[in-house]
């Protein structure tokens, strides 16, 4: 581990079977007038939204709502938001939902106090907040983003078509405390579900596939990898498994929440192609990082060989007897891609809605990151999406 690094995590976290009786002595912590936010309406008809209102009331809160936030939240819905949460003057943001919602609320966070357009602000310039910054609480029903103990918030842009994700430095954005019952995950389609799963795993990837340096994040992530291969093959079977359903909710925490990003410096690059794919056709995130992702690794490959060939050993178990390096590394690809399918993965951005006449279209969105083993240029942007089709 050569790089030198910060580490703070102040998220209290919930975990359990009836996990949300504990927001009682959080909601204690603040004023009396909560925002509750969520999406479009799953709360209502499994009865978590019954259940936290049922908690806010015994509690003595004055609870206004910011509801229909809809996957991918948009710059639009940012804009009404902040409205509401100024007129009640909101002393904290409580975010029912999955990563939509939670970042949705960060996103709200940051811009009840700002006088200047937040859009502008933290997603072009991408500047830090100067205001006070409204305590945000999540209780998460979806697993994957790990925006339930992160700093980030993604939030598209129809006009401009840039879907865009700003992972504030300021740890007073990150959630002041997060409910993870994993029995409130259980009403999930399965198309969610595995989407989740793939954005999970692709989390860990982004971080792994960077840096030559033995790095003990590297050891972590590959076991985060080898706990959530079996765990999801066992919730593909059967969903309402909990053991499986509750160690994937974990490891989607800790997939993103800091701690396997500690001296890397981090690819990101499926991320900016899938939000690209996401900006002009507003698909499920996870689907848009599973279509990418294979052409974009057997891009790559080459210049990061030696950690494919370790994904492979490590990961996916390849025998590397009598083996080339090259034969090694694109086994591990291959057996990931045979996991993908089993999931039922979407595996190519042409099944998400994008035609050739498009192409240029997404890569004049996908930002290009810098910390990965190959910086890509604008033509390599359209190979590789010419291949996800
Ligand atoms: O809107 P409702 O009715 O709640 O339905 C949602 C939505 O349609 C549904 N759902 C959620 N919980 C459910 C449920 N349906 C039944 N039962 C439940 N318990 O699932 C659908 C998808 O929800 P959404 O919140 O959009 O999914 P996800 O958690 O994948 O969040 C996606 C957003 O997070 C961003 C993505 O770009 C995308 O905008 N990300 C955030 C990150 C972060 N904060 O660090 C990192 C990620 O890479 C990602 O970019
Ligand atoms: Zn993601």
Request: proline fraction near 3%; charge should be negative; hydrophobic fraction near 40%.
């Amino acid at each position: 581990m050569l790089g030198n690094f910060t580490y703070c995590n102040p998220t209290k976290l919930y975990f359990g079977k009836g996990a949300v009786k504990n927001i009682g002595k959080e909601l204690k912590k603040y004023g009396r007038n909560v925002v509750l936010i969520y999406g479009n309406g799953s709360i209502k008809k499994n009865g978590i939204y019954d259940e936290v209102v049922k908690i806010l009331a015994e509690c003595g809160k004055t609870v206004s709502e910011i509801a229909g936030v809809m996957p991918n939240p948009t710059v639009d819905k940012l804009y009404e938001g902040v409205e509401i949460a100024r007129k009640a003057k909101a002393d904290l943001l409580l975010a029912v939902g999955g990563g939509s919602v939670c970042d949705y609320a960060k996103a709200v966070a940051v811009s009840v106090n700002c006088d200047e357009d937040p859009w502008e602000k933290y997603y072009v310039r991408f500047e830090e907040p100067t205001c006070e910054v409204v305590p945000v609480g999540c209780v998460l029903t979806m697993v994957g983003t790990g925006s339930e103990m992160n700093a980030g918030s993604v939030i598209t842009n129809h006009k401009t078509k840039m879907k865009v994700g700003h992972v504030f430095a300021d740890e007073s954005v990150m959630p002041r405390f997060s409910v993870l019952d994993p029995t409130y995950t259980l009403t999930l389609p399965h198309y969610q579900m595995v989407a989740g799963i793939y954005d999970i795993f692709n989390h860990i990837c982004e971080q792994y596939f960077s840096g030559e340096d033995d790095c003990v994040s590297d050891y972590l992530s590959e076991g985060l990898m080898r706990s959530l291969l079996h765990s999801s093959r066992i919730a593909n079977k059967d969903m309402q498994n909990y053991e499986a359903r509750s160690n994937i909710m974990w490891t989607a925490t800790w997939a993103l929440n800091t701690l396997v990003s500690r001296g890397k410096t981090t690819d990101w690059e499926v991320h900016m192609l899938g939000q690209a794919v996401g900006a002009h056709t507003d698909a499920t995130h996870g689907m848009t990082l599973a279509a990418v992702s294979l052409p974009y690794y057997r891009h790559i490959m080459p210049y990061g060989l030696k950690k494919f060939v370790r994904f492979a050993k490590e990961v996916w178990n390849v025998d590397p007897a009598g083996k080339t390096d090259e034969q090694v590394a694109n086994e591990g690809l291959a057996a990931m891609e045979g996991w993908m399918k089993e999931l039922g993965l979407v595996m190519k951005i042409s099944d998400l809605g994008v035609t050739e006449d498009m192409i240029e279209g997404i890569a004049d969105s996908t930002l290009v990151m810098q910390g990965g083993y190959k910086v890509l240029t604008r033509d390599e942007i359209v190979q590789v999406l010419k291949e996800c089709m």
